[in-house]
């Protein structure tokens, strides 16, 4: 994953590109701080502020987001959606995330209502980078059946708490970082965390308790050499 030999650089950054490449990875595969990141770096022999490795999460993290979602198979048919409270500067904010059957996490959106129009906005940004499900499974938030009805009333509807675990466990690893982080300190800096941090989890856990350790191995390696080859690609 660091390749100290790879010292190819991004025009106007001091560091080669395999080092913020693997700062990003580090910061969002794993339950680590920003300085925790920057332990990791040191005892590599590089020595690399957290704020300079906040710049990077910051800079490159959309971008590293954006080509695992470009690269990533067209998710199951069927979408598992829900939305939890998350507290910013004492106000609350909800959190909106939609699965697909095997687990990944398709997309959220942070926002400070939880009412239909909260839920159309979540669809339309749904079914623009998607396309529409066969299903749809939430809970029984009136929100989401007024919303559905005026933008795809063609879509299957099943409202069930009990059938919506997939949705409401994926809000696992959120609530972990988010206890790391200190809470999220805006709306925007929640959304563009997140962002990231769901579609790096899509790539580097492929659900290994359904995999044979030749199977999971093989996988990891691939992820490995794809974030490889998002990080060749980074642009200033």
């Not at 300079?52 to 080509?67: E, M, N, P």
């Not at 059957?101 to 129009?117: P, T």
């Not at 009990?162 to 200190?182: D, F, P, Q, Y």
């Not at 790539?203 to 191995?217: D, E, G, I, Q, T």
């Amino acid at each position: 994953m660091l390749n100290l030999a790879d010292l190819s650089r991004l025009k106007g950054f001091r560091f080669p590109r395999s080092v913020i490449g693997y700062a990003v990875w580090a910061y969002h595969r794993f339950a680590l701080s920003l300085r925790d990141v920057e332990d990791l770096l040191a005892a590599r022999g590089i020595t690399v502020s957290y704020e300079t490795i906040r710049d990077w999460v910051t800079r490159f993290g959309s971008q590293f987001a954006a080509k695992i979602r470009r690269d990533r198979p067209r998710p199951a048919d069927k979408w598992h959606l829900d939305e939890v409270v998350v507290p910013i500067k004492g106000r609350k904010h909800w959190l909106w995330r939609a699965v697909d059957a095997n687990g990944d996490v398709l997309d959220i959106l942070v926002q400070s209502r939880r009412n239909k129009d909260a839920a159309k906005r979540f669809f339309r940004k749904l079914f623009r980078r998607w396309g529409e499900p066969r299903v749809l499974i939430t809970d029984k938030l009136r929100s989401y059946a007024a919303a559905k009805s005026e933008i795809a009333p063609g879509i299957e509807h099943r409202q069930h708490k009990g059938i919506n675990n997939l949705a409401e466990a994926s809000h696992r690893h959120t609530r972990r970082r988010e206890k790391i982080m200190g809470r999220f300190k805006s709306p925007g800096q929640a959304q563009r965390f997140l962002s990231v941090h769901d579609q790096t989890a899509a790539l580097f856990r492929p659900k290994r308790h359904r995999l044979s350790a030749k199977s999971y191995r093989h996988s990891r390696a691939a992820a490995f050499e794809i974030w490889h080859d998002y990080t060749d690609d980074l642009a200033a």
